[in-house]
RNA sequence: UGGGGAAUCGUACAACGGCAGUACGCCAGACUCUGGAUCUGGUUAUCCAGGUUCGAAUCCUGGUUCCCCAGCCA
């Protein structure tokens, strides 16, 4: 495994792993896990917790965990999906080694377990069509009713499979049956369908293939074709375990037999996670993308700069449990604090600029700063800032009438620059329509580099940017994508796009910046001071870079003026 | 109203018959050249009713509420 971070906690999972290897029924060697998503989609931050839990408990108990692709049903897979978990889980810090493996790979070998089920009476053909199955499956408080094919000879069945495979008929003609028990109190166990024909191209096996096995049918079979030891899934797979012990007990020369343990997927605050509506925010054009900042999938937090890291910690911290749970997004959001706070650069940019002249500064002189460039990593050293006459100071840190609790630049009052000077400021000019469209201010020569010999205080430090040597950036604001905490919630004629925030992205141009910020790799996180944390997006361009704000910093200013009001 | 699951601070996770704890959030304070970070303190919980026990979040009985299942999806 490639990462390792802190020590994994004890879960029920874990548990039951520790007292499998208390009672000798594997090694630790032989704790073998999975991942195996299916590629009709983008992952995202729920599937993160499944590939957090398998490849951390592999590594944990000195075990394997495999990439498996579930592509058994070639009418929603795309190699696009592929590529992107294979990007994702690896972004994530995990590594397979050469155990990337398809449920695809495994098609010659589930047929030939179908087969042999056949063959031992376990499984027959089926002709009735997928509306008078569902009607002989009966319902919650009905038994079913038996299909009246249950009872071909073993010959016919296997000539009618053998046929199936070669092409004879039609979608939905046929399909292999499983025969357990149509009068089951588990829908599961009511003769589930094994195999169905579709006639479609498979993104891997392309034409070989036009009869495709299902989940139910594949699935326990490819953990133990992989011996995997604990087969760990959601919630929803409960009521599907006794088809999955079914298929491991009568499939004939199994190397092993896994066992399936369910827990409960990962819900957040102010989002959706459902492969679906991803999709249609996608489809629909509410987002600019997968990968769009504000989606909680793994490559639209990669775009928005949150560290994989963070989000390994972000899993560790969450615990897995089997009661239904919705994780406030704070917590996310304080894991990637966290991490960019011991790790991102600091610089200075005004995303909302102010001129501010400084009258009694010359004109013609430029003196660079030197800055610290991260407080919390000494090893991470300083940089020079360009200091002129006329700088941009962040427009809200400016009042002309200033409430109490204000502490920054107001009419007469002094406050620092960060690195640079105290200034006072002395005057406020304003455009025909009364807004403040520059300061005039004074400063101190004796405070250079941001500390009065005399030892008086400012209650603020303002950032800054040089006027003349000012990069214009683009800034993108992202804020949560839904308004309402639980935009799954049904409401009165309400559809979860109902529920969106109008103001998840705010676009600003120009915002400026100092000169570092234009060396950015695209992807590279910093910190603005004082206003959060932002990385360099692909979009950049040499003249004009755009940085995604990523999340911004605590803020306690933001809080006092929210209860002012309340 | 069949079957399968789950109920612990606001949120999430612990406590596995023996002082209900941790993290996030929130509140207050200290400190600070980021109203950041850091530090200190505080806040609030065992679904309900019985029972067993010296002792119950934990075991038993009965209820309540919530989630999942009637795809030829996974």
Redesign the pocket.
């Known amino acids: 495994m490639a990462v390792q971070d802190e020590p994994a906690?004890?879960?029920?999972i874990r548990?039951i792993i520790k007292a499998d290897l208390d009672s000798g029924k594997y090694t630790p060697q032989a704790v073998h896990t999975r991942f195996?998503?299916?590629p009709?989609g983008y992952l995202h931050i729920g599937h993160a917790k499944s590939i957090c839990l398998n490849f951390n408990i592999a590594a944990q108990f000195g075990g394997l965990c495999n990439l498996r692709f579930?592509?058994?049903?070639p009418?929603?897979e795309e190699v696009e999906y592929v590529e992107s978990i294979i990007r994702d889980v690896r972004w994530l810090g995990y590594d397979w080694q050469e155990r990337m493996f398809y449920?695809s790979d495994y098609f010659e070998r589930l047929y030939e377990c179908a087969l042999g089920l056949i063959r031992a009476g376990k499984a027959y053909v089926?002709?009735?069509?997928?509306d008078?199955?569902?009607r002989y499956?009966?319902?919650?408080?009905e038994p079913g009713t038996n299909s009246p094919y249950r009872e071909r000879s073993v010959a016919e069945n296997l000539d009618l499979f053998e046929r199936m495979r070669k092409g004879e008929f039609p979608?939905?003609?046929?399909?292999l049956r499983a025969k357990i028990d149509m009068a089951s109190?588990?829908?599961?166990m009511r003769d589930?369908?094994l195999y169905?024909?579709?006639h479609e191209s498979h993104h891997r096996t392309g034409e070989v293939w036009c009869i495709?096995?299902?989940?139910?049918f594949?699935?326990p079979l490819s953990d133990a074709f992989e011996a995997i030891t604990h087969s760990i899934c959601t919630?929803?797979?409960?009521?599907?375990?006794p088809l999955y012990d079914w298929a491991l007990e009568n499939a004939e020369n199994l190397p092993t037999r896994p066992q399936q343990i369910?827990f409960?997927r990962l819900n957040l605050?102010y989002t959706v996670m459902s492969k679906r509506k991803l999709l249609q925010l996608v489809r629909e054009g509410h987002v600019h993308g997968w990968d769009d900042p504000r989606m909680p999938t793994i490559s639209g937090l990669r775009r928005r700069g949150c560290p994989p890291a963070a989000i390994r910690a972000f899993c560790d911290?969450?615990?897995?449990?089997?009661?239904?749970?919705?994780?406030?997004v704070?917590?996310l959001?304080?894991c990637v604090?966290?991490k960019l706070?011991k790790t991102a650069s600091?610089y200075m940019a005004v995303l909302r600029p102010l001129k501010v002249v400084i009258e009694n500064y010359p004109a013609d002189q430029v003196e660079h700063m030197q800055a610290v460039n991260?407080?919390?990593d000494a090893a991470s050293g300083t940089r020079q800032v360009p200091f002129s006459r006329e700088i941009y100071i962040e427009r809200e840190d400016f009042m002309e009438d200033p409430p109490k609790?204000?502490?920054?630049l107001a009419p007469g009052r002094e406050v620092?620059l960060?690195?640079?000077y105290f200034i006072t400021c002395t005057g406020v000019i304003k455009n025909e329509s009364g807004e403040v469209v520059e300061l005039r201010c004074t400063y101190d020569p004796a405070?250079?580099?941001?500390?009065a010999p005399d030892g008086r205080?400012v209650?603020?430090?303002?950032?800054w940017v040089s006027a003349a040597h000012a990069l214009a950036a683009e800034v993108r604001l992202y804020d949560r994508l839904f308004s309402v905490e639980d935009p799954d919630r049904d409401g009165a004629g309400e559809s979860f796009l109902d529920r969106l925030n109008p103001d998840s992205l705010e676009t600003l141009y120009p915002c400026f910046c100092e000169p570092a910020l234009g060396f950015l790799d695209s992807g590279q996180c910093c910190?603005f001071?004082?206003?959060g944390y932002f990385c360099a997006d692909p979009d950049s361009t040499a003249d004009r870079p755009v940085f995604n704000r990523t999340v911004g910093?605590?803020?306690?200013?933001?809080?006092?003026q929210?209860?002012g009001t309340d």
């Not at 906690?9 to 029920?12: E, L």
Request: proline share 5%.
């Open positions: 906690g004890s879960d029920f548990d195996p998503p299916e009709n579930d592509d058994t049903n009418s929603k449920a089926c002709s009735l069509s997928p008078e199955i569902r499956r009966g319902t919650f408080t979608n939905g003609a046929h399909v109190a588990n829908l599961n589930p369908v169905r024909i579709l495709y096995p299902m989940y139910d594949t699935h919630l929803e797979f409960e009521d599907h375990r369910e409960a605050t911290r969450i615990g897995v449990a089997k009661k239904d749970s919705t994780v406030d704070a917590l959001e304080h604090r966290e706070n600091r991260n407080p919390e609790k204000f502490f920054r620092r960060r690195y640079a405070t250079r580099g941001g500390d205080k209650k603020a430090t303002l950032h910190q001071e004082r206003m910093l605590r803020d306690a200013w933001a809080r006092i929210q209860k």
